[in-house]
Structures are given as structure tokens and as C-alpha cells.
């Protein structure tokens, strides 16, 4: 079953910021970003665990909220090397990953 | 080192016609996975392997089959190819951490796939 994210799209001016929402119907047992360039492979961006631990990647820094089975990605002081598409994957205890639909950011000089 | 290899990198077909993805990682993974992305749908599971010998169905299954008989290697068939079946497809991998679930996905450079 797919997260959700939102928003669609973000459109960034350099230094800005922004949040990019993930949520799911089901209980989670960990959650993981990925940006994908255009025409490139996904890159790993980072995991978050149950027990809300936050781990980060330069100044793109994340958060899992368990009870309500949401994470949220931050993206602060937004760099033209943050532009792509932002997926979140949602895994239970099935080894399964299932991605949402993407995020694509754009920041702009 | 080359991490996960997709071959080809792009194919066209025809519609009825049959293929094989094939998918190879070098890092010792237990993990494979098939997924395809297509526009405003992100990445759909198809398949994927919690080992050598075993498959399981992922989100969209239908019109393919997949085969890991050695741990290295994870193929993605198409019996008869259909139009709907245009996409790119990524393998990925990953290693087994049952405790936190804690493994990140390492992803192929994609196959681009036309069926016309």
C-alpha cells in the first residue's frame, strides 16, 4: 500500500525552505527518503526508525511521528543541488518497500 | 565496485513479444527488487527476493515473472509484452538487517522500456 506525500510539487528560491509530508494508512516500522535526479537512479537519503529517531543529510534533516504514521523531510537553506524528485518509502514487517509518488523540487537561484 | 548493473539499458518491443531484465549486484546482498516508475506514479514494487530461490509478489505483479536462482543475479520477464508495460524499470538491493529494518535500497541506473 503506497504513502502518501505531499506536496506535489515545490518550487524553491536558493536559501529557502521547505517540508515534504509522508503518510500512511498502516502501521510503519521505519521510513526512507530517496532523491532521485532527472534521467538518474533513486540515491539514498536516509532512514528514520520507530522511537522517532531523526538522522539527517547535510541540511536535509527528517522526522517520524509513529502515532499518526507520518514522516516529514526538511529541506532548510535550500541549495540548487537540492532539485529532483523526493520520494519517501514506507517499510512493515514485510520487507517490502513501498514508495509514494514523489515530490519534484525545484529551486531556482 | 559496481554496485547493482541493469542490462540493457533500453529496449523496444513489440506488442506479444518476450524479454528478459536482468538485474546484478555484487555486494553480497540478500535483497533484489523490480520496480517501475512511470510519470506521477512513482516506483511500483513488481517483485521482489528475500533470497536465493525465493520471489514474492510486490504491489503490480501482473504480466511478469521473476527468477533468483543465484544471489547475485534477480531477472524480470515479460512472457508477452503490452503497451501498458511501457516504463523504466529499477532493480535494487539491499542487505538484511531484521532488527530495525534499517537497509537501504542501492538502485540500478534503470531499464528503459518501449512496447509499441
Known amino acids: 500500500q503506497q504513502p502518501v506525500q505531499s506536496p506535489q510539487a515545490v518550487i524553491l528560491r536558493e536559501g529557502e525552505d521547505a517540508v515534504i509530508n509522508c503518510s500512511s494508512s498502516?502501521?510503519?516500522?521505519?521510513v526512507h527518503w530517496y532523491r532521485q535526479k532527472h534521467g538518474e537512479a533513486p540515491v539514498f537519503l536516509m532512514i528514520l526508525l520507530k522511537g522517532g529517531e531523526q538522522k539527517g543529510h547535510e541540511k536535509i534533516s527528517a522526522s517520524f511521528n509513529e502515532k499518526k504514521q507520518q514522516s516529514s523531510l526538511y529541506l532548510t537553506a535550500s541549495q540548487l543541488s537540492y532539485s529532483g524528485t523526493y520520494f519517501c518509502?514506507?517499510?512493515?514487517?514485510?520487507?517490502?518497500?513501498?514508495f509514494g509518488a514523489g515530490t519534484t523540487v525545484t529551486v531556482r537561484a | 565496485n559496481a554496485g547493482v548493473t541493469q542490462t540493457p539499458k533500453f529496449r523496444v518491443l513489440k506488442t506479444g513479444q518476450s524479454m528478459t531484465l536482468l538485474c546484478a549486484q555484487d555486494m553480497n546482498h540478500e535483497y533484489m527488487y523490480w520496480y517501475r516508475q512511470d510519470p506521477g506514479m512513482g516506483l511500483r514494487l513488481i517483485h521482489y527476493?528475500?533470497?536465493?530461490?525465493?520471489?514474492a509478489k510486490g504491489e503490480v505483479p501482473d504480466g511478469y515473472n521473476v527468477s533468483r536462482l543465484k544471489k547475485q543475479n534477480f531477472l524480470l520477464g515479460l512472457e508477452s509484452a503490452a503497451p501498458s508495460q511501457t516504463s523504466v524499470y529499477f532493480c535494487a538491493s539491499s542487505y538484511i538487517d531484521r532488527s530495525s529494518y534499517n537497509s537501504p535500497l542501492h538502485f540500478g541506473n534503470g531499464t528503459r522500456l518501449t512496447v509499441t
Open positions: 527476493s528475500v533470497g536465493e530461490g525465493t520471489t
Open positions: 498502516k502501521a510503519l516500522y521505519s
Open positions: 518509502g514506507t517499510l512493515f514487517n514485510d520487507y517490502k518497500l513501498s
